[in-house]
T-cell receptor, first 113, second 116 residues
Framework: NAGVTQTPKFQVLKTGQSMTLQCAQD?????MYWYRQDPGMGLRLIYY???????DKGEVPNGYNVSRLNKREFSLRLESAAPSQTSVYFC????????????FGDGTRLSIL | EDKVVQSPLSLVVHEGDTVTLNCSYE??????LLWYKQEKKAPTFLFML????IEKKSGRLSSILDKKELFSILNITATQTGDSAIYLC????????????????FGPGTSLSVIP
């Protein structure tokens, strides 16, 4: 059971570089999410996608873009990386019904120098 | 503004101790409260609580919700070193937007260390 798969697991970038974090789920979930996790701040929602073809901003969307490529895949793009975006990024998915827990990937540790 | 607060933020106990982790919240349109355990990687789901006063139990872990006082506790009895992790509390709220969805707000987590 793969569940939610994120790539890469680690990445170091220079300020101003761009990159895309990939996420895929095999649970046929409609909803997908991108979070960042920083020490002492819990998980903060960057963007979410309630279904294929739709995306909406979360709590901290600035500096990021997303694409819901199909039902399985939801990518997060940093167009011009900044040191403040150094974080651990988690992708999650869930059924689009009330009271359904989210399932998380193993995270991508991203460092911006 | 919706918020979720956890206490303590960190805790060190000896094996065999019992611990209680706290989660309080202030949100509109509450739907459920969730507890996750996060070891080195992905948070893993523990409990979902929707009704006050009904205890959820899984082995040595249990949790209960008080919707009147807006808090939940997670108890771990007879702790083991394998219980060392960050415990995340999250509250699900319903938001009606152009694409209505259930927003999940996470607390900062409690870092639990269990020493032999």
């Amino acid at each position: 059971n793969a569940g939610v798969t994120q790539t890469p697991k680690f990445q170091v970038l220079k300020t101003g570089q761009s990159m895309t974090l990939q996420c895929a789920q095999d649970m046929n979930h409609n909803s997908m999410y991108w979070y960042r996790q920083d020490p002492g701040m819990g998980l903060r929602l960057i963007y979410y996608s309630a279904s294929e073809g739709t995306t909406d901003k979360g709590e901290v969307p600035n500096g990021y873009n997303v694409s819901r490529l199909n039902k399985r895949e939801f990518s997060l793009r940093l167009e011009s990386a900044a040191p403040s975006q150094t974080s651990v990024y988690f992708c999650a998915s869930s059924e689009r019904q009330p009271n359904q827990p989210q399932h998380f990937g193993d995270g991508t540790r991203l460092s911006i120098l | 503004e919706d918020k979720v607060v956890q206490s303590p933020l960190s805790l060190v106990v000896h094996e065999g101790d019992t611990v209680t982790l706290n989660c309080s919240y202030e949100v509109t349109n509450f739907r459920s409260l969730l507890w996750y355990k996060q070891e080195k990687k992905a948070p893993t789901f523990l409990f979902m609580l929707t009704s006050s006063g009904i205890e959820k139990k899984s082995g040595r872990l249990s949790s209960i919700l008080d919707k009147k006082e807006l808090f939940s506790i997670l108890n771990i009895t007879a702790t083991q070193t394998g219980d060392s992790a960050i415990y995340l509390c999250a509250v699900e709220v319903f938001i009606i937007m152009k694409t209505s969805y259930d927003k999940v707000i996470f607390g900062p987590g409690t870092s639990l260390s269990v020493i032999p």
